[in-house]
C-alpha cells in the first residue's frame, strides 16, 4: 500500500498561483510514477502532470504547460504541483496518484480559482 496525502488547495483569483504538496509513504517509492489529477465537478478525471521518483522525467497536460511545474523532494518524499497563472477552468479537486502495477489515489484537495 502507499498512503498519499494531497494539501494546499484553496481560493485563489485569476493570475494566481498555488503550490499542492503530496506527502507519500508505504512501500518502495523509487519505482513510482507520481501524478496530479483533477476532476471538475460534471467531468471526467483528466491528467494533469506526473514525475518520476528516480530521474528527471516528467510530462504535462497540454493545457498546463507553462504555467505548471511538477518537481519532488526525495527526502521527504513528497511531490509538489506549483501552479502559475491560474484560470477558472482549473478549478477542479486535484488528486495525487503513485502508480506501479496498481494505482493508488490520495484523498484531494479542492482548488477554486475565481474570475
Known amino acids: 500500500q502507499v498512503q498519499l496525502v494531497e494539501s494546499g488547495g484553496g481560493l485563489v483569483q485569476a493570475g494566481g498561483s498555488l503550490r499542492l504538496s503530496c506527502a507519500a509513504s508505504?512501500?518502495?517509492?523509487?519505482?513510482?510514477?507520481m501524478g496530479w489529477f483533477r476532476q471538475a465537478p460534471g467531468r471526467e478525471r483528466e491528467f494533469v502532470a506526473s514525475?518520476?521518483?528516480?530521474?528527471?522525467?516528467?510530462s504535462y497536460a497540454d493545457f498546463v504547460k507553462g504555467r505548471f511545474t511538477i518537481s519532488r523532494d526525495n527526502a521527504k518524499a513528497t511531490v509538489y504541483l506549483q501552479m502559475n497563472s491560474l484560470k477558472p477552468e482549473d478549478t477542479a479537486v486535484y488528486y495525487c496518484?503513485?502508480?506501479?502495477?496498481?494505482?493508488?489515489w490520495g484523498q484531494g484537495t479542492q482548488v477554486t480559482v475565481s474570475s
Open positions: 496518484s503513485a502508480v506501479n502495477g496498481a494505482r493508488f
Open positions: 508505504g512501500r518502495t517509492l523509487s519505482s513510482y510514477a
Open positions: 514525475i518520476m521518483w528516480s530521474g528527471s522525467s516528467t
